[in-house]
């Protein structure tokens, strides 16, 4: 009889059931050591819950971290219920905060739920946001270039076209008609309007460049007299040259418009704060990281470096962005056309330069030009050092019999 199988109950088998991982007590090895923020925090609302560990580069950015603090207490008040009220709507971030420590520093904040903890990544973006806001300005600043300069072509052919009319008209009533002095006020109207015009087609890069190549010293040198002139006597002039100072190639009669505007600016400055004070121009030779640590970014080798600084009460956070701004002025009805540091950031940027405005309240004004440095080439060099080993040509006698 052929057997059949018999089914036999298997014993029963000991199923393993997944247990709820525990809550992280510590940061893993990644987060422990990256360059940016990090911290492990107890519990699910990040700005009130306690920091239970954090990285050396949290600790370096908003300082030391004691135990007991919060998450929020190193963030800037204004900042945080800014953050947290975008929390509040669902928001996902990054939350862009502003540190305790140092308001000016902003960082992005990330966060990561963790089983019941949070683990938080600040990553400063100060110089980030520097380099956004800069570009904005250009960017502004190249718009207004653009309508500033197509204004000022149609306003100089409507003056051509006065002033040739004007000259007719001056030649048909000379000096002792009734009509010239009338004439002749109409004529200094015509050259003030002109000069604004120059001034508009300086600031938006459009006026005809006379490049040489200049002698950083001995341009500011010469120049100095005249401007201890414009001065007077209740403002002190103080110069300061550094060593090795380079050469520049630039339009020499804008270069010298450019320090003149910053130096009258000044003068008026500490003249309507105290009565009179000091007048700065220094000038050196920079290297890429010096330049850099004075204000220009994105300098590539040495840098041709103008300083004019005052000690008047400096410029109010609120205009700092619109001081190059054409007709921007803060000066008394009549006292300003608004077009001086306009002219001078045109200026400086038709000599493939950059110009950067250090200020704080109550410590004076420092505006900063830094122009590319001119290498003459080895024919350019050799020419110059056969044109000065010339001797002098002896000046041909003149005639002073009258």
Not at 68 to 89: H, K, N, Y
Not at 200 to 216: I, Y
Request: glycine share 8%; aromatic share 6%; proline share 8%.
């Amino acid at each position: 009889v052929a057997a059949e199988p018999v089914a036999v109950p298997l014993p029963p088998v000991a199923v393993p059931i997944p247990q709820a991982a525990p809550p992280p007590r510590a940061l893993d090895a990644f987060s422990g050591a990256s360059p940016f923020g990090a911290a492990l925090l107890e519990g699910l609302d990040p700005f009130n819950s306690q920091v239970l560990e954090a990285n050396p580069a949290l600790s370096a950015m908003t300082g030391a971290v004691r135990a007991g603090m919060t998450l929020g207490e190193l963030i800037d008040p204004p900042s945080r219920t800014e953050a947290e009220t975008r929390l509040a709507e669902g928001k996902a971030g990054p939350f862009e905060v502003r540190l305790a420590r140092d308001p000016s520093r902003i960082a992005h904040l990330y966060l990561y739920r963790a089983e019941g903890r949070l683990v938080a990544y600040l990553i400063d973006v100060s110089e980030q946001k520097q380099i956004e806001l800069q570009l904005a300005q250009a960017q502004k600043m190249q718009a207004i270039g653009q309508l500033a300069g197509g204004v000022a072509h149609d306003f100089n052919n409507l003056l051509t076209a006065i002033q040739l009319r004007l000259d007719e008209l001056l030649h048909r009533h000379p000096v002792g008609d009734p009509s010239y002095e009338g004439l002749n006020e109409i004529r200094q109207t015509g050259v003030r309007a002109a000069d604004l015009v120059r001034k508009l087609l300086a600031f938006s890069r459009k006026q005809t460049v006379q490049r040489e190549v200049l002698e950083l010293g001995e341009l500011i040198s010469e120049f100095e007299v005249l401007l201890r002139r414009l001065l007077r006597e209740d403002v002190k002039l103080i110069t300061d040259y550094g060593r090795d100072l380079p050469q520049v190639r630039a339009d020499k009669s804008q270069l010298e418009t450019a320090v003149m505007n910053l130096a009258v600016n000044a003068r008026d400055a500490v003249r309507a704060a105290k009565g009179g004070g000091v007048v700065r121009i220094r000038t050196a030779r920079l290297n890429e990281d010096e330049a850099r640590s004075l204000g220009f970014p994105g300098a590539e080798g040495d840098q041709a470096f103008i300083e004019v600084s005052d000690d008047g009460p400096g410029i109010p956070p609120e205009v700092m962005g619109k001081i190059f701004d054409p007709f921007f002025t803060t000066k008394p009805v009549g006292e300003g056309t608004g077009l001086g540091l306009a002219t001078v950031y045109g200026i400086v940027k038709q000599s493939d330069g950059w110009i950067h405005v250090h200020s704080r309240p109550g410590e004076g004004a420092a505006f900063r030009i830094f122009l590319p440095v001119h290498e003459p080439t080895p024919a350019q060099a050799a020419a110059a050092a056969v044109v000065a080993a010339e001797p002098p040509k002896p000046r041909a006698a003149r005639d002073l019999s009258g």
